[in-house]
C-alpha cells in the first residue's frame, strides 16, 4: 500500500477507491467464503510449529523482535495476538498493553513509558496498541492537543529509525475492520458474559467517531509509513483468516532458520522408594 491511496475516498462518485482498505468487502460479501474451524485449526497448528521454530531462533541469535498491533476497536488485535501466542513461551513472546497512563507517566517524554518494554535480546515483544495511542484515541478523542499530536507524527519516524538502528525488527500492522463488522462485534459483547470485560466506555464513546478515526488513520499513515518501518494492513473481516494471514506474514518479515533437533529420551525412573505421608490433604471439589 502506498501514501498516495491509503483510504482516500473517491471524491467525485463519493465511494472508496477499488483496493483501498475502506473498500474492504463485510462478511456476509466474503466471495471466498468463510473458513471452516477444521481447515483454520489445521493450517494454525503448521504456523505454530514454525512459531516456535522462530521463537528458539530468535533467542539463539539474540535477535529483537518489536511488533506493534493497531486498529479500531473491534478489528482483532486481541484475538491475533492470541493465535500467535498460545504456543509459544511468554518468556520469549511478551505482550504489553498498558492501560491509561499515570499522572506522572503524563508529565513524562511521551515515548519514555514505552521504552522500559522494548525488546532486549532474544526477545519479541509485542504491543497490543502502542505509541501511536497519540496518532489515535488521544487525538481523536481529545486527549492531547492538535499540535501534540502533530509533533508526534513528525518525530516519530525517527523513533522508530533509532529502533531499527539499535537492531530492532519493527513490524507494524494495521487491522482494518468494515464499520457494519464492528458494530456487530460490538454488539456481541454486550450480550456475551465471557466479552462485556472487553466493552470499555472508550468504545461507546468512540462509536460515533468512525469518521474522525478514518481521518487520523489516513494522517498517520502518510507521516509514518516509512521505507524502514512500513505500515502492513490485514483485513479482518473474517477472523480466523486474518489470523493466519498475519501470522504467515510474521514469519515471512522475520529471517529464522530451524535449529537442528535434539533428540530426546526421559530418563529411567524408579518409584517406591519413598513412602508417601498419609496426609489430609484439601482437594478441589469435582463437580465435573
Not at 483496493?19 to 481447515?39: F, M
Not at 520469549?92 to 492501560?99: Q, T
Not at 502533530?150 to 475492520?177: A, C, H, N, T
Request: glycine share 6%; with cysteine.
Amino acid at each position: 500500500m502506498t501514501k498516495k491511496n491509503a483510504g482516500r475516498k473517491d471524491e467525485q462518485r463519493g465511494k472508496p477507491k477499488k483496493g483501498s482498505i475502506d473498500a474492504a468487502p463485510t462478511a456476509e460479501v466474503q466471495p471466498s467464503g468463510g473458513l471452516s474451524t477444521k481447515d483454520y485449526e489445521r493450517e494454525l497448528k503448521k504456523l505454530h510449529v514454525e512459531l516456535v521454530k522462530l521463537q528458539e531462533w530468535v533467542v539463539h541469535k539474540g535477535l529483537k523482535v518489536c511488533i506493534v498491533f493497531e486498529g479500531r476497536d473491534g478489528a482483532g488485535k486481541g484475538g491475533t495476538i492470541k493465535a500467535i501466542t498460545e504456543r509459544v513461551s511468554p518468556r520469549v513472546f511478551r505482550v504489553i498493553a498498558l492501560p491509561a497512563p499515570s499522572e506522572r507517566e503524563k508529565s513524562q517524554m511521551y515515548a519514555q513509558r514505552y521504552l522500559p518494554y522494548l525488546p532486549a535480546a532474544g526477545e519479541i515483544v509485542i504491543f497490543d496498541r502502542s505509541w501511536y495511542n497519540r496518532a489515535g484515541v488521544e487525538r481523536v478523542m481529545g486527549f492531547c492537543t492538535e499540535e501534540q499530536a502533530r509533533g508526534f507524527l513528525k518525530v516519530v519516524p525517527l523513533f522508530e529509525q533509532l529502533m531499527i538502528d539499535s537492531g530492532v525488527i519493527l513490524l507494524k500492522y494495521w487491522l482494518e475492520v468494515s464499520p457494519e463488522e464492528q458494530t456487530r462485534r460490538l454488539k456481541a459483547r454486550i450480550g456475551d458474559g465471557r466479552k462485556t470485560w472487553k466493552l470499555s466506555p472508550m468504545d461507546l464513546k468512540s462509536y460515533d467517531r468512525w469518521d474522525d478515526y478514518t481521518k487520523a488513520r489516513d494522517e498517520m499513515f502518510a507521516a509514518t509509513d516509512s521505507s524502514w518501518a512500513p505500515w502492513f494492513v490485514a483485513r479482518s473481516e473474517d477472523k480466523k483468516r486474518v489470523r493466519l494471514n498475519v501470522i504467515s506474514h510474521l514469519l515471512q518479515h522475520v529471517p529464522y532458520e530451524a535449529l537442528p533437533a535434539k533428540k530426546v529420551a526421559l530418563p529411567k525412573r524408579r518409584i517406591g522408594r519413598y513412602r508417601v505421608v498419609d496426609f489430609p490433604f484439601k482437594y478441589v471439589p469435582e463437580p465435573f
